[in-house]
């Protein structure tokens, strides 16, 4: 069944522009008008209901959903592990000795599921690191989410990101190859590697962005994840940027290591960043659960970069679900609301609906080309209403939700119902 017109929907006030009128401080409801599957027009809401229209009666409504982070390769490996070691490092042991084990089908399954989720939960376009630890070849399961990415293609946009260490970039050569595998794998492809002190070299991270430049592709680093205040890769990512003149976009995922900076050393590599196309990316699950970890021990940090901060110089700041059981976090569920509320709580971020909820829907932060003012208008009618909460409580209550891709519901709703 296809709506035509909803009405009385609260939209975020990032969505709205500063036009739009206000009554002490919140945005007025609005009207929303589709047609062919798109939003033909967002206006106030007026009183009287037509034929056709859903009633939302105030419920808080969002564009469709983005998971700029994910791993889809190791999603739903716990069950099958033994013990594994607290911390990053000791996830990663545990990792290794699983994948030895993956199949194409095996791959397929759980990443499978994984998008199942990500749909239902109202998610249009969703990002996934793959492990490549090979130098002869792509890893079992890039060609696998190459595959599940056409096979979704109506449903999700799948990108996958080559997560690869660092210092197999040391030969520029290699890291030419590497960036040629990801280019003919397709335009939802980026060059991607694993920045760590573990692992540091900035040479290698040169590569890294000498080689995507040439191949013209984006970048997406896992870096500096970790509460070590020496590792600088952010910093030394937004130098090499400079000095290369490197254009695409590039995408920094973690950098906990700015939270144990000095604050004048920490602002001063975020003032760097803000003047280059850097989108960060926080992952607060993982991130609260493998930060200051060590068993039999409360930890006392809580391993978020700084989001505030980075806002405050407009920053682009995603906010995804990264791993999703598997050993690195044994909970998750490709809700990318899910993310966000555990964001609200370990960053005390303000205002999650008007302002926050912007780090799940903002593909174009994702893009070469952010926009100065989003819309709704002309987009496709990809919504996601959330029935039972409101947006001063927002996103508790949460979990309940109508999905409308191209203006058709995935569900029926129960507590409001539809025409
Ligand atoms: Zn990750």
């Not at 699983?98 to 199949?103: E, I, Q, V, Y």
Request: proline share 6%; net charge negative; hydrophobic share 45%.
């Amino acid at each position: 069944m296809k709506l035509e017109r909803i009405a009385g929907a609260r939209l975020p006030k990032w969505l709205l522009g500063d036009a739009w009128p206000a009554i002490s401080g919140q945005p007025v409801l609005a009207d929303l008008k589709l047609a062919d599957g798109k939003v033909e027009s967002v206006t106030p809401a007026a009183p009287g209901v037509q034929d056709g229209t859903w009633d939302v009666k105030g419920a808080p409504v969002l564009p469709g959903l983005v998971d700029a982070h994910t791993h889809l390769d190791k999603t739903f490996t716990l069950p099958r592990m033994r013990r594994v070691q607290p911390g990053l490092l000791g996830a990663i042991d545990a990792m290794m000795a699983d994948r030895l084990g993956w199949t194409p089908a095996d791959v397929h399954e759980r990443a499978s599921r994984a998008l199942t989720w990500a749909y239902e939960a109202g998610c249009v376009q969703v990002r996934t690191h793959v492990d490549w630890w090979e130098t002869d070849r792509a890893p079992v399961a890039w060609s696998v989410i190459a595959a599940l990415a056409d096979e979704w293609k109506d449903r999700i946009v799948l990108e996958q990101v080559s997560l690869i260490k660092l210092t197999l970039f040391q030969e520029l050569a290699q890291a030419r190859s590497f960036a040629a595998q990801v280019k003919a794998t397709g335009q939802h492809a980026r060059l991607g590697a694993f920045v760590h002190s573990v692992n540091w070299d900035a040479q290698a991270l040169r590569h890294v962005f000498i080689a995507a430049g040439e191949a013209g592709l984006d970048v997406d680093l896992h870096v500096d994840e970790e509460l070590n205040p020496l590792a600088e890769g952010l910093a030394e990512t937004a130098g090499i940027m400079r000095d290369t003149g490197f254009s695409g976009r590039v995408v920094c995922g973690h950098t906990c290591s700015l939270a144990v900076q000095p604050q004048a050393q920490a602002l001063a590599t975020l003032d760097a960043v803000a003047r280059l196309p850097i989108t960060l990316v926080s992952l607060p699950a993982t991130n609260l659960l493998l930060q200051d970890a060590v068993l039999g021990r409360t930890p006392r940090q809580r391993g978020l970069t700084l989001v505030k901060e980075a806002r405050e110089r407009g920053i682009p700041v995603m906010i995804a679900s990264d791993n999703v059981q598997d050993p690195f976090c044994q909970t998750g569920s490709y809700d990318p609301v899910d993310a966000l509320a555990a964001g609200v709580m370990a960053a005390q971020l303000d205002a999650p609906f008007d302002t926050w909820s912007q780090s799940l829907c903002r593909r174009d932060w994702l893009s070469r080309t952010p926009l100065a003012a989003p819309t709704l208008v002309g987009a496709c009618a990809d919504l996601v209403v959330f029935e039972r909460a409101d947006a001063w409580g927002w996103p508790s209550r949460a979990a309940h939700r109508t999905v409308l891709r191209a203006g058709v519901p995935l569900t029926l709703s129960d507590s409001r119902p539809l025409p």
